[in-house]
């Protein structure tokens, strides 16, 4: 499984959709994604509630602790939304010790409430974890011993009865209502693969739930059965994480293909780097690199697996050569090349790939020293 954040507004967006279709709930919110090429009158054509009704903004940016940072704006017009967009779109601001531009917000309608409940799931190997609390909101942590959890095994059903004791102390008027719909999201967050999904907090809009701040995580390797559930997904990179141009285009070229091509710098003077073929074995080499006291000379982190073709593995190639070997200061360097059990990669055309990335760069480096 790997576990990718998105946007508020997508979170929002898929449960929206789906819940309805998996438990019959009308999700009545509403919500608009304000980027820097955003056209504010072009939007609220297209979304005419932006200039009927007072509205909250907030950056999406994959950061939690937005309130207390003093980066949500309640009960504006139009008008002062644009404005307060205008003066943060593409500053840099602090979180968790990580600096970054905000370039995304999420505008909602503003929804005065009284009442803040807590919902999260979490996925493992052997089920998911579901938390809930009457005590949601800004100071959730602080009341953590409010929180009710139960464990659902992989291989049980979300039934009422496994709900009960997360609603239990709940009055009787929304009880039933709350249960339903905790019920529901679980019905999303398996169909649609979410391996994290949390609202902090979900009220009641004239007795029905109104999610008003929300995160999740997607496992990305459904992707391929959940095409058309996801729609348009983004996985935007974690707040602060900027890739450099080799990143870049190994991202590009893992976009277009149906294998998996992945590379991180680590650390661009590193004297060890890695190629190799599987997501557990190329954890296990960077972790044994690591356990052996070098894990301040490790390069980078790198997986291809998925049967890429010699073409791919070639330019992939490529890339790491071209890292592993960039500002050299007369010590050595090293390239560890491997990989676990190949269940359908054509190892040959793997390693056709890298050989010849490896004679083109031994050329090059012939002619240079000529």
Known sequence: MARKKIREYDSKRLLREHL??????????LSAQVTQSTDFTELANQE???????????????????????LVALNLDLAQVRQFVKERL????????????????IVEPFVPHDQEYYLSIVSDRLGCTISFSE???????????????????TEKQMTPDACAPLIATLPLEVRTKIG?????????????????????????????????????????????????????????????????PSESFIHE?????????????LNPKGRIWTMVAGGGASVIYADTVGDLGYASELGNYAEYSGAPNEEEVLQYARVVLDCA??????????????????????????????????????????????
């Open 90 to 105: 593409g500053v840099e601001v602090e979180m968790g010790g990580c600096k970054a531009p905000i370039t995304a917000f």
């Open 253 to 265: 070229l893992d976009e277009k293909t149906s294998a998996s091509l992945k590379f991180t710098v």
């Open 135 to 153: 005590c949601g909101g800004i100071e959730i942590e602080e009341n953590w011993d409010k929180v009710k959890t139960i464990f659902l095994p």
């Open 48 to 70: 005419p509630w932006l200039s009927s009704m007072k509205l909250v903004v907030k950056p999406d940016m994959l950061f939690g602790k937005r309130g207390k940072s003093g």
């Open 180 to 244: 339903d719909f905790i019920r529901g999201v679980f019905s999303v967050f398996q169909d649609l693969d979410f391996s994290f999904l949390e609202m902090n907090p979900f009220t009641l809009v004239n007795g029905e739930p109104y999610p008003l701040d929300m995160r999740g995580e997607l496992d990305d390797t459904a992707a391929f059965k959940n095409f058309n559930k996801w729609g348009n997904i983004e996985f935007p990179l974690p707040f602060g994480r900027v890739l450099s």
């Open 20 to 29: 309805k279709r998996l438990a019959g709930i009308d999700l009545q919110i």
């Open 325 to 370: 070997t960039a500002d050299p200061d007369g010590r050595k360097r090293a390239l560890l090349i491997g990989g676990g059990i190949a269940n359908f990669t054509d190892v040959a055309a793997t390693f056709s790939g890298i050989i010849r990335a490896l004679r083109e760069k031994q050329a090059i480096e012939c002619i240079m020293a000529a």
